[in-house]
């Protein structure tokens, strides 16, 4: 029977807590938090320049670390993102390209090699690198869900998702063990858009729900993860991935009273085509409720990690796995090349050693956070990393960088491989200044970002120099990255009918590895 964990006076009493937890942690190694919400891009905090809901905790963290100005997500969809987050490599050497899929156990693993070097490891929220209720789906779209969706009706699944589910009630838990990729506290759910009334599991299928909105109830989560691990002389590293602000944007599923605090006449960036479009998925005001909320769980546990001491040696990291098109370009959702979608806002505080209010315009990509992350917990790097360590850069010392980011969109529908419909694979590179795009259809784009930063006028007719050695550059990065640039439909022999990974870009698994 489904029953509510973690009861309001517990959540209150862990801030009456927090002051006595006055014992420092005197561990070498620093704690780290991620705060991970879904689908936000850099420029709606306000500390990038967002105007329609006030973000004061998320620009709180900005004024106290360094913010990133160049965060790409380089395959601007939930689960490759993830995927890249946690293994350090690109989706086509993990095999993360899509939506639904059962990641690699014996990929490398951001928690696995944390928790090699004595990290408490835990993850609260929304985990998507597993396939779910989707797991006896196929890979290909249905001519039923093509038709559905070609009309603006994303509400129905396949005949075959519906007897998974009613043969797997619990399609979104995640056992114990390999599955979890090396996180030992669990609170988290794979998949599920029931922000007000959210469920999540533990160590059994037993669902538990959330006594108040789901971010309040992530922070009061978090907030007792950190507390009991800080009397212990272990270090913590905690995930907090927050579904809010993903849709539906409905007053359903928004928290109490979260509105009144967005403004009524929105700011919509100069690129939406059609002027105002209004959003397919619900009231875009909705969405920025959300952020709000987001905003207030930030603070929670920004102001834990004061009253507690353990600022001093907490390592905190906010982003975002990708943005929202938000009507920008003609477009909704994510899975496009522009930076409506793949600029993601990145902060790291960590005081005493990242320079408070410092801006820092490094190329930073998803594959970037394991290496980074390991250098600053002194951890040893596993094999096969495609990321950089940008640990020095944040530190304010010396550090390789990239000339470029290959950024990419594998298959034209999120949850399934298919092509040109209804967002079109693509390919493309991006450096500090410029986004080049070269799409399935052969057609290519080029913009310049400093001077252009709506991206409103493609340079790649009259700059036909500058689009070649983009070509070259591309070139260099798909051979890096094993990817022979095909259509969605090529990639589903990459997985078996239950949609585990069985080759990669690499080869056959058991080769690769």
Request: hydrophobic fraction near 35%; glycine fraction near 8%; aromatic fraction near 10%.
């Amino acid at each position: 029977m489904a029953r509510i964990e973690f009861t309001r006076r517990e959540f209150i009493s862990t801030l009456a807590a927090a002051p006595l937890l006055a014992k420092a942690q005197t561990t070498a190694r620093p704690n780290i938090l991620i705060i991970l919400p879904d689908q936000v891009p850099a420029h709606e905090l306000g500390a990038y320049g967002g105007r329609n809901v006030p973000t004061p905790n998320l620009d709180r963290l900005a004024k106290q670390g360094t913010k990133l100005t160049n965060a790409i997500s380089t395959c601007p969809l939930c689960t490759p993102f993830r995927g890249m987050m946690l293994s350090g490599r690109y989706p086509t050497h993990n095999g993360m390209l899509i939506n639904w899929l059962e990641s690699n156990p014996r990929d490398p693993s951001i928690a696995l090699s944390l928790r090699a070097v004595g990290y408490r490891t835990g993850y609260i929220g929304k985990w998507h690198l597993n396939a779910g209720k989707m797991k006896h789906d196929g890979l290909f779209m249905s001519a039923e869900v093509r038709q559905l969706e070609a009309a603006g009706d994303y509400s129905r699944r396949p005949e075959v998702e519906q007897e998974y589910v009613q043969s797997h009630p619990e399609p979104e838990f995640v056992p114990p063990g390999p599955a979890r990729r090396g996180f030992d506290y669990w609170a988290a759910y794979n998949f599920h858009t029931e922000f007000a009334h959210a469920y999540y599991y533990r160590d059994t299928s037993e669902r538990l729900y959330m006594p108040r909105y789901e971010t309040a109830s992530e922070a009061g989560m978090a907030m007792e993860f950190m507390r009991q691990t800080s009397a212990t002389s272990q270090p913590f590293f905690l995930v907090v991935s927050m579904h809010p602000p993903h849709q539906p944007w409905t007053q359903s599923s928004i928290a109490p009273g979260s509105l009144a605090r967005v403004r009524q006449d929105l700011v919509r960036r100069p690129n939406v085509f059609p002027k105002n479009a209004p959003s397919p998925h619900g009231d875009i005001r909705c969405y920025y409720a959300m952020l709000g909320s987001v905003d207030d769980a930030t603070g929670q546990m920004l102001d834990f990690l004061d009253t507690s001491n353990l600022a001093a040696n907490t390592v905190v990291i906010m982003t975002s796995d990708h943005g929202e098109m938000m009507g920008s370009h003609g477009k909704w959702e994510k899975m496009a090349p522009y930076e409506e979608a793949i600029r993601v806002p990145l902060i790291y505080r960590w005081p005493g050693h990242v320079t408070a209010g410092r801006e820092l315009d490094v190329l930073f990509t998803p594959m970037d956070h394991l290496p980074t992350l390991a250098a600053m917990a002194g951890a040893p790097l596993p094999a096969g990393i495609d990321g950089i360590d940008l640990s020095g850069a944040i530190l304010g010392r010396e550090s390789k960088e990239r000339d470029g980011a290959l950024i990419a969109n594998y298959s034209s529908h999120w949850d399934y491989f298919h092509t040109e419909w209804p967002w079109p694979e693509w390919r493309g590179v991006r450096t500090k200044r410029h986004t080049y795009v070269k799409w399935f259809s052969g057609r290519e784009e080029l913009f310049d970002n400093q001077n252009d930063p709506y991206q409103m006028k493609s340079l790649a007719e009259a700059n036909r120099q500058t689009v070649m050695d983009f070509r070259a550059l591309l070139h260099d990065l798909l051979q890096e990255a094993h990817d022979e640039f095909l259509a969605g439909p090529a990639y589903a022999e990459w997985y078996d009918n239950d949609r585990n990974i069985i080759r990669t870009g690499l080869g056959p698994i058991q080769e690769a590895r």
